[in-house]
């Protein structure tokens, strides 16, 4: 079977949908790094419909580590194709990426297009962990990215490095700075990528680069969602019977899409607006929004799903005490630390849930269980701090993280590895002595210390760790 590229885009079928623009004339406007599922997924989307209108929105796609993805989708000149999942799936090649590059194999052609004038955005989809950050959210010095990248500014490996040394070059260049839009599921992902960048000048002594970042370049924060299940064999065997081409990796997602960007964009707001981004003065609220309800909810239906021996964010829906249990999580213990006023927050909940029974959605529960270490905080650890702030409960929202505690238990006991940057970290907590639910609060890493000495937090971990250890079923009555 010949390979999806542009010599071949136009046997695809017409019940699939292509670039309706010309490719040649697309120009390199974005550089992107992490160009995995999500941003495939989404932001490519995104761009993929703005290029009739704007053919200097194509995308370059850069690789911080390997080279899976340059490898698949080079020999398909960056075509690849987007299923979009509902009762019926719609297909679609979508033609954003018109270059990717893996920064360690040839980081001077990176640095080509970081410091073109044609390149006026940067994204970033690295997750949580890509952005070396301590609980408290400042640039993490001691991270071994970090160190090395200090050491050897020039040749970076971290997101903030990287930036850093794109902008200190533009600059040395009589250039503006691009925008950098953060496109990870953290909160205020903005100011935090934007702080990170600054302090990473700082370190490395150079004050007057510090100053210009901070005075002249722009970090919106930006809200993103879409529920993308990983890419399998079932995928691309169903693509390729559609298409009777060869793709290599395409990707599926959910119909619903959303981005939401803070509007420091310019001249062209418009443009992103056209393309069905949402442009607004405060992202925050819908950022929190989206983190602590459809994230914290999918957290948590992972570690005490998984706990109950469900697979899938579908299957742990059709369980009615851990659906009614987190409903009532997100309705009574979180809809009240949302402050936004532009959201129907209990029409939120409602979409949510729905998306979550979604039958043509086959999303694992492992999945969303890699990295808890990274995406507990923002997820249920800083909605459990402002409910205590505010002198409410948080008995439902410490079954997530106990449920977490439990699952890196079984899993070092069983000798499965863990996909998180803490692995090694938690299978030393996990192996050690002592009370189990204080050993885990003790990460510094994970639990902002305020939170772990809270005895209100300690008593309902402990409580739900408890319940769960007899009989998982118990902590869902919390
Ligand atoms: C999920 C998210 O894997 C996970 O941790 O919670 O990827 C989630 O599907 C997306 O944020 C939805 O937009």
């Avoid at 990528?193 to 919106?220: H, K, N, S, T, Y």
């Avoid at 599926?252 to 509007?263: A, M, T």
Wanted: aromatic share 8%; hydrophobic share 45%.
């Amino acid at each position: 079977m010949k390979r999806l590229s542009d010599a071949t885009l136009a046997q695809v079928p017409a019940n699939v949908r292509r670039p309706a623009y010309d490719r040649a004339a697309v120009k390199v406007g974005v550089v992107h790094f992490g160009p995995g599922a999500f941003h495939r997924a989404h932001q490519a989307f995104y761009f993929d419909g703005m290029l009739g209108r704007r053919p200097d929105f194509g995308v370059c796609a850069v690789s911080l580590r390997t080279p899976d993805m340059r490898d698949a989708l080079a020999p398909q000149d960056g075509l690849y194709t987007l299923v979009e999942r509902e009762a019926q799936p719609t297909y679609r090649v979508i033609g954003a990426i018109r270059e990717a590059l893996v920064a360690p194999q040839d980081p001077e052609a990176v640095f080509r297009r970081l410091v073109s004038p044609d390149v006026r955005f940067v994204t970033a989809t690295v997750t949580e962990k890509g952005y070396c950050l301590t609980t408290a959210g400042e640039l993490d010095l001691g991270h071994p990215d970090i160190r090395r990248d200090l050491e050897a500014p020039e040749r970076p490996v971290s997101l903030p490095g990287w930036i850093a040394e794109a902008l200190r070059r533009r600059r040395a260049a009589g250039l503006a700075p691009f925008t950098a839009i953060s496109c990870d599921n953290l909160s205020d992902n903005g100011v935090k990528l934007r702080r990170a960048v600054v302090q990473f000048a700082q370190a490395r002594g150079d004050a007057d680069l510090a100053r210009w970042i901070e005075g002249e370049a722009a970090f919106p924060s930006s809200m993103v969602d879409s529920i993308t299940p990983a890419t399998d064999d079932a995928l691309r065997d169903e693509v390729a019977g559609v298409l009777g081409l060869e793709d290599a990796w395409p990707i599926q997602r959910e119909r619903f899409v959303q981005w939401v960007i803070e509007d420091r964009l310019g001249a062209d707001a418009e443009a992103f607006a056209a393309a069905g981004v949402t442009v607004a003065r405060e992202v925050a609220p819908f950022e929190r929004a989206k983190l602590r309800l459809l994230n914290g909810a999918h957290s948590t239906l992972a570690y005490v799903g998984l706990a109950l021996g469900h697979e899938t964010v579908f299957e742990s829906m059709g369980d009615p005490a851990l659906a009614r249990f987190v409903e009532r999580m997100m309705r009574e213990d979180v809809a009240p630390t949302l402050h936004a006023p532009e959201l129907d927050v209990p029409a939120y909940i409602g979409q949510v849930l729905d998306r979550f029974r979604n039958p043509a959605i086959v999303h694992r529960l492992s999945q969303i269980a890699w990295d808890g270490s990274q995406k507990l905080r923002f997820r249920l650890l800083e909605t459990a701090s402002e409910a205590l702030a505010a002198g409410r409960p948080v008995d439902r929202l410490a079954v997530g993280v106990a449920a977490w505690i439990g699952f890196v238990l079984r899993q070092t006991a069983a000798g499965v590895p863990i996909v998180d940057p803490l692995a090694v970290r938690l299978n030393e907590v996990a192996n050690d002595v002592g009370d189990p639910v204080d050993r885990f609060l003790a990460l510094a890493e994970v639990f902002p210390p305020a939170l772990a000495a809270d005895p209100r937090f300690r008593a309902a971990v402990a409580r739900a760790y408890e319940a769960l250890a007899r009989d998982s079923r118990t902590a869902l009555a919390a």
